[in-house]
């Protein structure tokens, strides 16, 4: 079903496509106290030391908090907007999508750093609360002056294209460098062939996941709960895979065709009070995950 055409997916690849490196840091605002570890280990008779007391320096801190939590959300929707490349968390996006995705790259990066700038603010103010917060455990010398804290902020991103086969770094003629190339030949190819399972998985967790929430017990009539963002996020995939199907292949193609064929225009409020409609779609849906056998 996902078989890899090398020649084909070299050019394609390497044409329709570019890597992007997404690059966050964050304070977490958090310190071991050393002196709070060994005091549990004293009152509870430890031989060694068992574990650390990890302290939350601006304990409360909602600012900080929602720095943290922002970084984690743009991780997780720059996994959802491209396919893996390698280990070292390099992702493949196309250049049919490059432009709007850029955009919203840097929207997310404004906002990333507004939310930095607002903590960096009140991180004075932030830091005179702990003390009252933490009581006993406040520690001045703790404490990085807010040039060293806003230091330790950034949110970056690089783009470039694509490493083609013949790249200057393999391309050389001499038998020790020709099994460098052999060597690299098939990690390029594994870096598609991963890239392309995870599409195919990603097609199988929605419509296995939205045929779940289509389930009738035939028992007690107890039906799975339907979610309208599981239906939309279906139809978005069936969207998106029109460009991210890098290597052509025609089976995904396929499946992406029949999925949007199942559910376009599927009434979400008709599923819930039409079991026969329901049962039709859950059928539709069953099937073409029985042919899903990657």
Same mark, same amino acid.
């Given at each position: 079903m996902n078989a890899t055409?090398?020649?084909?997916?070299?050019?394609?690849?390497?044409?329709?496509?570019?890597?992007?490196?997404?690059?966050?840091?964050?304070?977490?605002?958090?310190?071991?106290?050393? &002196?709070? $570890? /060994?005091?549990?280990?004293?009152?509870?008779?430890? !031989?060694?030391?068992?574990? #650390?007391?990890?302290?939350?320096? =601006?304990?409360?801190?909602?600012?900080?908090?929602?720095?943290? &939590?922002? $970084? /984690?959300?743009?991780?997780?929707?720059?996994?959802? !907007?491209?396919?893996?490349? #390698?280990?070292?968390?390099?992702? =493949?996006?196309?250049?049919?999508?490059?432009?709007?995705?850029?955009?919203?790259?840097?929207?997310?990066?404004q906002e990333f750093n507004r939310l930095v700038n607002e903590f960096l603010d009140k991180y004075n103010t932030l830091v005179q609360a702990a003390q009252f917060r933490l009581g006993a455990l406040f520690d001045a010398d703790e404490y990085p002056d807010v040039e060293t804290v806003a230091a330790r902020f950034s949110m970056y991103y690089v783009f470039s294209p694509?490493?083609?086969?013949?790249?200057?770094?393999?391309?050389?003629?001499?038998?020790?460098?020709?099994?460098?190339?052999?060597?690299?030949?098939?990690?390029?190819?594994?870096?598609?062939?991963?890239?392309?399972?995870?599409?195919?998985?990603?097609?199988?967790?929605?419509?296995?996941?939205?045929s779940n929430q289509l389930r009738i017990d035939k028992n007690t009539g107890e039906k799975g709960r339907l979610y309208q963002a599981t239906l939309d996020g279906a139809l978005e995939l069936c969207e998106m895979l029109k460009t991210m199907n890098l290597t052509g292949d025609a089976e995904l193609e396929r499946v992406r065709k029949d999925l949007f064929m199942t559910l376009n225009g599927v009434d979400l409020k008709e599923l819930k009070r039409d079991d026969i409609v329901r049962a039709d779609v859950k059928t539709e849906l069953d099937a073409l995950i029985s042919k899903l056998t990657f």
């Open positions: 055409n090398t020649n084909t997916n070299d050019i394609t690849i390497s044409s329709s496509a570019v890597l992007v490196d997404l690059h966050i840091r964050t304070w977490t605002g958090r310190k071991m106290d050393k &002196k709070v $570890s /060994a005091e549990i280990d004293a009152d509870k008779h430890t !031989q060694v030391r068992a574990g #650390n007391y990890n302290k939350a320096l =601006l304990a409360g801190s909602i600012e900080l908090d929602s720095i943290i &939590k922002y $970084s /984690a959300s743009v991780r997780t929707w720059l996994t959802q !907007q491209t396919l893996p490349w #390698n280990d070292a968390g390099t992702r =493949l996006i196309p250049t049919a999508r490059l432009f709007d995705f850029q955009a919203e790259l840097g929207l997310r990066e694509v490493p083609e086969v013949g790249d200057f770094r393999v391309d050389i003629g001499n038998e020790g460098l020709a099994e460098l190339k052999k060597q690299y030949e098939a990690s390029r190819n594994k870096y598609v062939q991963d890239a392309m399972n995870e599409l195919w998985q990603r097609v199988r967790d929605v419509t296995e996941r939205f």
